[in-house]
């Protein structure tokens, strides 16, 4: 199975901040990697696929990048809607793997 | 407007059964591959079965496997997930979606709780 090496697990930042979450595949899963958002009780929200593309209506300061087996979400000028956990999941091989998850906090 | 709406989930001993429901709207089921994902409690995401458009192809998580079938009526636009010899530790809320291009569709989530 692939594994997805997410991190870091917890990030502390201020609203306004950039932020980047990083994510490391055990092996190349060209660029089938989806990043996804979830706040507390709510189903997820997918916001990036195919590693770099923005889902319809996610806004621009979130942005994915990477191919092979690294990859970064960066999201700019944090706003308190933000903050949430987020999570990047591998779709190249069966089974899917998701990576641990991100919790964003406000500092 | 896109609706997934899952249902059948509930209080089960371990050992048991159970069968979830995924009734699907405003969208070309038929045209898409879909998943069940699940959470446990305080945990995250874990990618449990997968069904390609057709039902020609399906994969499972080895956690799962054996044990649960997933299924689709694309007649009835509903995906469906079976449940066998559950265990504590498929505890959890269970979503339906399917997001890997440019859509994204999910469910609300409906809970299992596996326990005597």
């Known amino acids: 199975d692939i594994q997805m090496a997410q991190s870091p697990s917890s990030l502390s930042a201020s609203v306004g901040d950039r932020v980047t979450i990083t994510c490391r595949a055990s092996?190349?899963?060209?660029?089938?990697l989806a990043w996804l958002q979830q706040k507390p009780g709510k189903a997820p929200k997918s916001l990036i696929y195919?590693?770099?593309n923005l889902q319809s209506g996610v806004p621009s300061k979130f942005s994915g990048s990477g191919s092979g087996t690294d990859f970064t979400l960066t999201i700019n000028s944090l706003q308190p809607e933000d903050f949430a956990t987020y999570y990047c999941?591998?779709?190249?091989?069966?089974?899917?793997?998701f990576g641990q998850g991100t919790k964003l906090e406000i500092k | 407007e896109v609706q997934l709406v899952e249902s059948g989930g509930g209080l089960v001993q371990p050992g048991g059964s159970l069968r979830l429901s995924c009734a699907t709207s405003?969208?070309?089921?038929?045209?898409?591959?879909m998943n069940w994902v699940r959470q446990a409690p305080g945990k995250g995401l874990e990618w449990v079965s997968y069904?390609?458009?057709?039902?020609?192809?399906?994969y499972y998580a080895d956690s799962v496997k054996g044990r649960f079938t997933i299924s689709r009526d694309n007649a009835k636009n509903s995906l469906f997930l079976q449940m066998n010899s559950l265990r504590d530790e498929d505890t959890a809320v269970y979503y339906c979606?399917?997001?890997?291009?440019?859509?994204?569709?999910w469910g609300q989530g409906t809970l299992v709780t596996v326990s005597s």
């Open positions: 979606a399917t997001y890997y291009g440019d859509y994204d569709y």
């Open positions: 405003g969208f070309t089921f038929s045209r898409y591959s």
């Open positions: 069904i390609t458009s057709g039902s020609n192809i399906k």
């Open positions: 092996q190349g899963i060209g660029t089938y």
């Open positions: 195919a590693a770099s």
């Open positions: 999941q591998q779709y190249h091989t069966h089974p899917y793997t």
